[in-house]
C-alpha cells in the first residue's frame, strides 16, 4: 500500500497563548492560530519577540466559539475590500485573519490561507468546508475566479447573507414572542400552584365552611400539579426531543411537520411567504452571477427553508431541465403565489428574470415584515388578557372564601 505523503495530510490548527518581551525589553503577550509550538515560535522570532512561555489552550472544535452565518458574511465583506483594493489573495487571508475576534474564524481563515497556497483555487477551499459554505456560497466564488469579478462576488454573497438572516430574524421574532411570554405566564401559574395556593389550602381547613367551587377547583389543580409536575416537564422535553430527532432522522416526517406549520392561522402565512421570499433571493443571485439556472434552482431549493417549498423547486427544477418556462413550472407545482408566479413570467418574457425575482423576493420580505408587525400588534392584547384570566383567576378563586368570611362576620 503506497504511504500517504505527508503534504497530503491535514494538520489540525489549535490555539496557543503566548508571552514574552519585545524591543525594549517590554512584557508583550497574545494568542495565535497554529499547528504546533515551533511553528508560533517562528512567527513571534520574525516579529523580534523572546519567547518566555507559549501554552496550547484548544483544537478548532473546542473552546474558540462557533462560526455563525454573521461571521462568515463579515468574512465576506472583508476579504471582498482587500482584493477590491489590490491586496494579494494570501495577502489579505492574513489581513482578514487578524481583524477576526474568533478565534475559531481565524482558524478557518487559516485552513482557507494554506489551500490556496498549496494551489487549491478559492472555491476548491471553500467546498472542503460544506457546513460554513454551502452551495450557493461555492458557486458565486467559482463564478467570481472565472469572470475575474470575484470582488464583486464576495460582496453580492455577503450582501444576500445579510438579507436572508435578517428574514430569518423576523420569522423567529413572530414565533419566539408568543411562545416567550405564554411560557412565562404558564411558569407563573404553575409556581403559584406548586408553592402559594397550598399555604392558602392549609388556611381553608380551618374555617370549617364548604368551599367556593371556583376555590375547590383550584386546589384539585394545585394538589395535581404537586403530585405530578416533573411529569410535565418530562413529558413537555420528551415531545420536543422525539419531534427534533424524528425530523432529523425521517424526510416524510419533516415533511409532513413543515407542512403543518404552513397551516397555522397568521404564523403559517409569514413562513409561506418568507420561503417564496428566500426562494426568489437564492434564485436571483446565482441565475444572475451566470449560474446555469437547473442548478440555480437546486441551490434555491436548500435554501427555501421549508421541506414543501423544497419539494416544490425540486419538481420546479425537473420541468425547467426538461425545457418548461420558469413560471408555468412554478405554476404546475400550485405552490407558489399567484403573483410570484405572474411576475417571473414577465421576467422571463423581458430577458430580465434576476431582476424580477429580486423584485419578488423585496415585495414579500415587506410582507413578512408587515405580518410580524400585525401578529405582534394583535396578540400583545389576547397574551393580556391571557395571563389576567389565567393568574388573576387563580387569585381570586384563592380569596373568595376570605370574601365570603368577611361578609358572614
Known sequence: ?????????????????????????????????ATEKAEVERVLNGQRIMVKNIRRKSGLGGGMGTIKPRDIMIFARQLATMIKAGVPMLQGFEVVAETLKKPVMRALVQELMDDVAAGSSFSEALRKHPKHFD???????????????????????????????????RVKKALYYPVAVIGV???????????????????????????????????????????????????????????????????????????????????????????????????????????????????????????????????????????????????????????????VGIGEEAGSLDAMLNRVAAYYEEEVDNKVDALTSLLEPFIIVFLGVLVGGLVVSMYLPIFELGSVL
Not at 3 to 17: D, T
Not at 138 to 158: F, P, R, T
Not at 319 to 332: E, I, W
Open 135 to 169: 452551495q450557493l456560497f461555492c458557486n458565486l466564488i467559482e463564478a467570481g475566479e472565472q469572470s475575474g469579478a470575484l470582488d464583486h462576488m464576495l460582496e453580492k454573497v455577503a450582501a444576500y447573507k445579510e438579507k436572508i438572516e435578517t428574514l430569518k430574524g
Open 185 to 343: 405566564g404558564i411558569g407563573v401559574t404553575a409556581l403559584l400552584l406548586i408553592k402559594v395556593v397550598p399555604q392558602f389550602e392549609s388556611l381553608f381547613n380551618g374555617f370549617g365552611a364548604e368551599l367556593p367551587a371556583p376555590t375547590r377547583m383550584t386546589i384539585a389543580m394545585s394538589e395535581f400539579a404537586q403530585q405530578y409536575w416533573w411529569w410535565g416537564i418530562i413529558l413537555l422535553v420528551g415531545t420536543i426531543m422525539l419531534i427534533r430527532q424524528g425530523m432529523r432522522r425521517s424526510e416524510p416526517f419533516a415533511y409532513r411537520m413543515h407542512a403543518l406549520a404552513l397551516r397555522i392561522p397568521v404564523i403559517g402565512d409569514i413562513l409561506d411567504k418568507s420561503s417564496v421570499s428566500r426562494y426568489s433571493s437564492t434564485l436571483a443571485t446565482t441565475f444572475g452571477a451566470g449560474v446555469p439556472l437547473v442548478e440555480a434552482l437546486n441551490t434555491a431549493a436548500g435554501a427555501s427553508g421549508n421541506k414543501v417549498y423544497e419539494r416544490a423547486i425540486q419538481q420546479v427544477r425537473d420541468d425547467v431541465s426538461t425545457g418548461q418556462q420558469l413560471h408555468f413550472a412554478m405554476r404546475l407545482t400550485e405552490q407558489f403565489p399567484a403573483l410570484a408566479v405572474q411576475m
Open 1 to 33: 500500500m503506497a504511504r500517504k505523503p505527508k503534504s497530503a495530510v491535514k494538520s489540525k490548527l489549535y490555539q496557543w497563548k503566548w508571552t514574552g518581551k519585545g524591543p525594549g525589553g517590554r512584557r508583550v503577550s497574545g494568542e495565535l492560530i
